[in-house]
């Protein structure tokens, strides 16, 4: 709306990215701080509060009860912001808004059920996975029946590796399924996903933002691509909403996430990576995210196949908290790391 305002009475402040990336960061930062407080009282007298799993550590026990499907609220918000401040008939942005409210909804379906269904298990997993592929192949095939640049970069390293073509759609449906489930995974302690969240979104940031710039693309020697600059909004409404959220899911938390959330973040990681061509990239930019994912994917291994397991407890997070780790330094010390991940994966843009 900012952009047609410019349009219509030629304000140019509303003509920069910069600019309304700004405004929908704070537009949609105070709609949760708004909305948040309704949400969670709301929440409560509907018990709509997260099951808490008879393995998660002794301690969790105590979080029974916390409300849940936060992330409707920033999904909501998010959206909320963008439509304020970004240029709708963008096709990279208004593909954006659908990823992240089709991946919403699939997280929303998973949380209504662990919720109100009768065993409190939530959507089977191959329910949850064929939705998650048929939702990541829409968008995928979007981009590529758009025209997305379809060569295969890796960091460090300025030219493309080669031309992925047709395969390019399975690719990236793999990164959105990789992405959101890993997000899913880490989501497990007041916080913890939030955080490395905002440092990805703050790295793909700034990499949609010099794909997009053609001068800044040519000079960096990165992938060039017209018109997917105006994603940076998207981004930095996200940004602003999790900001927001934090100050409500900080421990101890008031209120959880849910599955909406964390798959709703996940897609919009793996979509700007895929836009950025930064695919590989995004192992550095979600390495809280990879070692969560790859600790389960071992212990799940340690005990198929040699018969013991590798962790105390997976995800990773649970077995520092099982080796006796307050809550807060595992959150901390996990943020300090995605820190210093994102601010590799930054640097990677110059060192080419």
């Known amino acids: 709306m900012l952009f047609y305002l410019w349009e219509t009475f030629n304000i140019n402040l509303f003509s920069y990215i910069t600019f309304r990336a700004g405004a929908g960061f704070f537009l949609a930062l105070f709609s949760v701080l708004f909305a948040m407080p309704f949400f969670i009282r709301w929440a409560t007298q509907k018990r709509a509060a997260q099951p808490i799993s008879s393995f998660a550590p002794k301690n969790h026990q105590a979080k029974s009860g916390t409300p849940t499907m936060g992330g409707t609220i920033i999904v909501a918000a998010t959206i909320f912001a963008t439509l304020l401040a970004g240029k709708l008939h963008n096709f990279y942005l208004g593909l954006g808004i659908v990823c992240l409210l089709f991946f919403a909804l699939i997280g929303?379906?998973?949380?209504?059920?662990?919720?109100?269904?009768?065993?409190?298990?939530?959507m089977s997993a191959r329910a949850k996975m064929f939705w998650l592929v048929l939702v990541s192949l829409f968008v995928s095939s979007m981009l590529y029946a758009y025209g997305l640049n379809t060569q295969l970069y890796v960091p460090f390293y300025k030219n493309p590796l080669f031309n992925m073509g047709i395969g390019a759609v399975a690719f990236w449906a793999f990164i959105f399924v990789?992405?959101?489930?890993?997000?899913?995974?880490?989501?497990?302690?007041?916080?913890?996903?939030t955080v490395p969240s905002i440092f990805a979104l703050v790295s793909l940031m700034v990499l949609v933002y010099v794909s997009g710039n053609a001068i800044y693309s040519h000079y960096l020697f990165y992938p060039s691509i017209d018109g997917v600059g105006e994603v940076v909004i998207l981004i930095t409404s996200l940004m602003g909403a999790l900001i927001g959220f934090?100050?409500?899911?900080?421990?101890?938390?008031?209120?959880?996430?849910?599955?909406?959330?964390?798959?709703?973040?996940?897609?919009?990681?793996?979509?700007?990576?895929?836009?950025?061509?930064?695919e590989f990239t995004l192992l550095l930019i979600g390495f809280i995210f990879v070692i969560e994912t790859l600790s389960v994917i071992a212990q799940i291994f340690g005990i198929r196949v040699m018969g013991r397991r590798v962790f105390l407890m997976a995800p990773i997070h649970h077995h520092f908290e099982i080796k006796g780790w307050a809550e807060n330094k595992i959150i901390i010390r996990f943020w300090i790391i995605a820190l210093m991940s994102n601010l590799i994966a930054i640097l990677s843009l110059k060192i080419r």
């Open 108 to 122: 929303m379906r998973d949380d209504i059920m662990k919720i109100y269904a009768r065993k409190n298990a939530g």
């Open 178 to 193: 990789c992405a959101t489930n890993a997000v899913n995974i880490t989501d497990g302690l007041d916080g913890l996903a």
């Open 246 to 278: 934090l100050w409500y899911n900080c421990h101890p938390a008031q209120i959880f996430m849910g599955d909406s959330g964390s798959l709703a973040i996940g897609s919009i990681v793996a979509y700007c990576a895929i836009l950025s061509k930064s």
